[in-house]
């Protein structure tokens, strides 16, 4: 979330309010403030399991709850259901998405969509480097899973490591807007994948698939690398379908 306010300042107006205008600037500048914590609390007791999946809360609960004033909680509110993870009622309450078949099976096609193109450019443009150090860090995870297996000390760095190759990969086409979209994407996963159970397998399983596109990369072969992208989104959804 990502809120500017727009320079409509009129010299004339300033000059007949003297001090007031900075100071109501410094009020607007802190109501968006609020509203970007609202917005990162709300996602983090979200994905935290503090608000569950598929709940009905009061606003007056939400403010307890998050610890801003109501008018950036509202604006925060809008942005998370422009967003499509919630739905306000008009006077009564605000109804949380819950993931399911159908979420899930859509965002996986719309990754598909948003990754496919990305994935080719990424394959014939990533430096050399970034790759090496994709592939080194896979490398250590799975060694780190074949000595130790899965384990909740290595989770944190399982999730970031899918997170920094897809953002990577998207990355690719310099598109911010493309960006703004994959992160709402990244957010239904999240959602979708709050109930969840890894497993060493099942981790094994992903890693390589990433090591498949990588090599793909690597090799210069953006055919290759779709195509590794495209079964690797396919195992995903089923493993994820497991879910439901």
Do not use: W
Not at 53 to 72: R, Y
Not at 106 to 117: F, G, K, M, S, V
Request: hydrophobic share 45%.
């Amino acid at each position: 979330m990502s809120r500017k306010r727009s320079d409509r300042s009129d010299p004339i107006a300033s000059q007949a309010t003297g001090a007031a205008e900075p100071a109501e600037r410094d009020v607007e500048t802190v109501t968006v403030s609020l509203s970007e914590v609202a917005y990162e609390r709300i996602l983090d007791m979200l994905f935290g399991r503090e608000l569950p999946a598929g709940a009905f809360v009061s606003q007056n609960d939400l403010v307890k709850l998050i610890g801003v004033p109501v008018a950036p909680l509202r604006d925060a509110l809008r942005v998370l259901q422009t967003e499509g993870l919630l739905t306000i009622h008009p006077r009564s309450g605000i109804r949380f998405l819950k993931a399911d078949f159908e979420l899930a099976r859509n965002t996986y096609q719309l990754r598909a969509i948003l990754e496919r193109p990305a994935v080719r450019v990424f394959a014939e443009t990533a430096e050399p480097a970034l790759l090496d150090a994709l592939v080194a860090r896979h490398e250590r995870a799975i060694e780190a899973l074949e000595r130790d297996g899965f384990t909740q000390a290595i989770a944190p760095e399982i999730v970031a490591i899918d997170a920094a190759l897809h953002v990577e990969i998207i990355a690719a086409l310099g598109n911010p807007l493309i960006v703004s979209t994959h992160r709402r994407v990244h957010n239904y996963l999240q959602l979708i994948r709050l109930d969840r159970t890894l497993s060493t397998p099942i981790v094994m399983r992903t890693l390589r698939e990433h090591m498949t596109l990588l090599e793909a990369c690597k090799a210069r072969d953006a055919d290759t690398a779709e195509t590794a992208l495209q079964a690797h989104f396919s195992n995903a959804l089923q493993r994820t379908l497991g879910i439901f």
